[in-house]
């Protein structure tokens, strides 16, 4: 019994990680944060 309860607790996390990395996905198109980051990366590699 401990196994099957252990196995669905695990399969909600794994549900529940996916959805919240979707939404900040979107979140993170929306605001344009990838891109802001890419080009901050960019600078401080062009600094060196």
Do not use: D, H
Not at 22 to 38: Q, R
Request: zero cysteines.
């Amino acid at each position: 019994m401990e196994y099957i309860q252990l196995t669905l607790i695990l399969f909600i996390y794994t549900v529940l990680i996916g959805i919240f990395m979707k939404v900040a996905n979107y979140v993170g198109e929306k605001l344009g944060m990838g891109k802001f980051f890419i080009n901050l990366w960019q600078k401080t590699r062009k600094s060196k």
